[in-house]
């Protein structure tokens, strides 16, 4: 949520941190660094960096409060997360499905929309080049992806725009669950080429108009003479379907029957989700939080009262 002025002034906080010998850890860390630049002992510190005023770090100190009262502060704490754990195969090499619950996301878009921006970035960062791979290493499904972009800064819409364009190099699928096409902005919407969408009712004038926006997002068909009609009269199980064809042009639409999942659809239990939990590989690794000797304990040391 930072504007370019700030933003650049937070990568002078990132440059003292690492001269000063201060690892950058947790959103801890980060606070602990910008307090100390603001405060009478980091006065010196401050005035060296020469670009940064005590009033836009006051700024990144407040939005960065904000992200910690969203949860950042334990979301974004030790251990760090693998994204290669992702990629993770059962011994005979079957694929493994990493289901990340996100209860309350509607009440912290700015903590999931941070993370998301970074998992996509790490991911790019560390995959080779594969080009048009006949299967992809890893797809993603964002469900609720009107939570995702509401609101959203114009810096993240245009680094998910341009990751969703170029991961698709790195063997990584994306797609975003969401009611209508218009949840999507338009430069993202403009990156997918697969798309799947399921039954529209119009039962009011905005309806109607999400319909008919909905039906210009789908390339022209000369099977079905009313695409709108045929969305509205979709049953259970049922979606029109298009995807990317071998020369990168999208397929006409396709009437197809869906295959329901063999899996339970209502909450699962929670003693059965701790317990699967629990019994998790990844439990070593990641159960016990880590709070390693970082910016804030070393600030914090040179500030204590001499015993």
């Known amino acids: 949520g930072l504007n370019e002025t700030q933003e650049s002034s937070l990568g002078l906080v990132f440059h003292f941190a ?3 010998g201060l690892p950058l850890l947790d959103l801890k860390d980060l606070r602990a660094v910008i307090s100390h630049l603001t405060s009478d002992e980091g006065k010196a510190d401050l005035a060296e960096l020469g670009g940064l005023s005590s009033a836009t770090a006051g700024v990144i ?21 693998d994204t290669h754990d ?3 195969t059962t011994p005979d090499g079957k694929g493994v499905l990493s289901i990340m619950e996100l209860q309350g996301l509607q009440a912290s878009p700015q903590l999931f929309s941070t993370f998301l921006m ?14 048009d791979v006949e299967k ?25 725009a341009q990751t969703v364009r170029l991961i698709r190099s790195k063997g990584v699928g994306v797609f975003f669950v969401t009611q209508t ?13 697969n798309r799947v969408q399921h ?16 039906v210009g997002t789908f390339p022209k068909s000369e099977v079905y003479a009313d695409l709108g009609e045929l969305l509205q009269n979709l049953g259970i199980g049922e979606a029109v379907v298009t995807i990317l064809s071998e020369n990168g042009a999208p397929t006409p639409v396709a009437w197809t029957r869906m295959r329901p999942p063999s899996s339970l659809m209502a909450q699962l239990d929670p003693a059965q989700q701790t317990a699967l939990v629990n019994a998790s590989p990844l439990q070593a690794e990641y159960g016990t ?17 001499a015993a």
């Open 118 to 131: 970074w998992l996509l970035a790490d991911l790019f960062h560390d995959l080779p080049e594969m080009g």
């Open 136 to 160: 992809p290493k890893l797809v993603f499904f964002f469900d609720e992806a009107h939570l995702l972009f509401d609101g959203a800064s114009k810096a993240f819409l245009d680094a998910i």
């Open 289 to 305: 939080p880590v709070d390693r000797d970082s910016a804030y304990e070393k600030l914090l040391a040179k500030v204590a009262p």
């Open 86 to 88: 992702l990629l993770r």
């Open 18 to 20: 690492d001269k000063a």
């Open 61 to 81: 100190l407040r939005e960065l409060i904000g992200l910690e009262d969203n949860g950042g502060d334990v979301f974004f704490g030790e251990p760090e997360f």
């Open 181 to 193: 096409p218009k949840d999507v902005p338009s430069e993202v919407l403009a990156q997918l080429g």
């Open 199 to 214: 039954a529209l009712r119009a039962f009011t004038p905005d309806d109607a108009k999400a319909l008919k926006a909905t």
